[in-house]
């Protein structure tokens, strides 16, 4: 027996915690791969996500376990956010013992937080998209990587760029390349997608008649002549733009009295369904979400992405993906630029939820004890 938290060495028990949108979607294909090997999983929600359209949607669509307890925590400012996390999960994992791994996914508070509390009872923190870089240091989940990747005992990247980022920063021991479990997701749920919310139930737009456009981050939000010259350049578009809003976008449009043009057509937020749905029909897209740069990528959709760095080098390598000008100036040439030939598999080959699990399993039977 382990003088952790009583695991045995045999079982295998995973704490999987999730809060936010995108890690919703991961969890879904990496569930169903723990659970056909045998690894008995509880699911925490942290409710940094709590609104229908920003995660119950998401619960019910995918095929998730059951949520064992949601922390509840909301929206506040970063540390708070952090915070409470971190007390409440403490609370939670002491309680509700012998959890042999904790299983954490990409960048967000929910992601900082969890293997902070994790490290921090000894257990074994697991990260799937490890070794992901943008080398902006302003952006939140930039910290929230470097940290969570620092603490992590197992690091599952989902490209090889990502393993040669930890390399750079010292961390070889645990590195797997499992390729991106988002892919796995995207094969399963794109038919499921298209059925369940054809266009014409959405949008007064066919196939190609349109541009799908998503905004939430920050550097974009918070900046009241970027966030007005970003609506601006999506109204002056030859086609009609598309925009599911975030709440923080919302918000921000609402306070700083920006008013969207006649051929913007803004929308709730969508669920994972909804959103596949209006990508696959769109003409191009132009977001600064790191999802669905790749989402583009792999449905073969030209993307306009609306920051001035990407983590995700190779779709820009591929040509599928290309950065926006600080001034925007540009957005229509880039949306007019030709499709590029030839495709790639960067991310791997849609079995990476598998490999995530097989991972996590051989670590638990091959770790050296520390007793
Ligand atoms: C978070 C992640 C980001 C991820 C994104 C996906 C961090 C630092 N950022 O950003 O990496 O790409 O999720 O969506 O963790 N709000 C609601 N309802 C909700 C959730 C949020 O109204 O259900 C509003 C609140 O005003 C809140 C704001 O959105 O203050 C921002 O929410 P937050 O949890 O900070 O993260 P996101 O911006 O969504």
């Not at 940094?48 to 619960?59: A, E, G, P």
Request: with cysteine; aromatic share 6%.
């Amino acid at each position: 027996m382990d003088k952790r938290l009583g695991v045995t060495d045999s079982h295998v028990r995973i704490c999987s915690v999730v809060g936010a949108r995108p890690q919703f979607i991961k969890a879904s294909v990496v569930s169903r791969a723990l659970s056909a090997i045998g690894i008995e999983e509880d699911l925490v929600h942290t409710g940094q996500h709590y609104d229908r359209t920003m995660s119950d949607v998401f619960l019910d669509e995918l095929e998730l376990p059951e949520v064992s307890v949601n922390l509840e925590v909301g929206s506040a400012s970063h540390a708070v956010q952090t915070g409470s996390i971190m007390v409440r999960l403490e609370q939670y994992l002491s309680e509700s013992g012998a959890h042999s791994m904790l299983l954490v996914y990409g960048d967000t508070n929910t992601t900082l937080a969890a293997a902070l509390a994790g490290a921090k009872l000894q257990i074994p923190v697991a990260h799937v998209e490890a070794g992901l870089r943008s080398f902006n240091r302003a952006m939140p989940e930039e910290i929230n990587r470097i940290i969570t990747d620092r603490l992590s005992d197992l690091l599952l990247c989902p490209s090889e760029t990502a393993v040669s980022n930890l390399t750079a920063e010292g961390i070889t021991q645990g590195v797997v390349n499992t390729g991106d479990v988002m892919y796995d997701a995207l094969l399963r749920y794109l038919p499921k997608a298209s059925r369940a919310y054809p266009l014409e139930q959405i949008i007064p737009y066919g196939t190609g008649e349109y541009y799908l456009a998503t905004v939430h981050r920050p550097e974009n939000t918070d900046n009241v002549s970027r966030l007005a010259r970003i609506v601006a350049t999506f109204g002056a578009l030859d086609k009609p733009v598309v925009w599911p809003i975030h709440p923080r976008t919302a918000g921000q449009l609402s306070e700083l009295n920006i008013e969207t043009p006649d051929r913007v057509r803004t929308l709730s937020p969508l669920g994972y369904f909804g959103i596949l749905s209006l990508l696959d029909g769109a003409a191009a897209l132009l977001t600064d979400s790191g999802g669905l740069q790749k989402e583009a990528f792999w449905l073969c959709k030209k993307c306009v992405t609306l920051r001035s760095e990407t983590e995700w080098v190779e779709t820009i390598e591929s040509g599928w993906n290309v950065l926006a000008n600080s001034d925007l100036a540009n957005t229509q040439q880039l949306l007019d630029r030709p499709a590029p030939a030839g495709l790639s598999a960067p991310y791997g080959q849609g079995d990476s939820a598998v490999r995530v699990a097989n991972a996590l399993k051989s670590f638990q039977t091959s770790r050296p004890r520390r007793d």
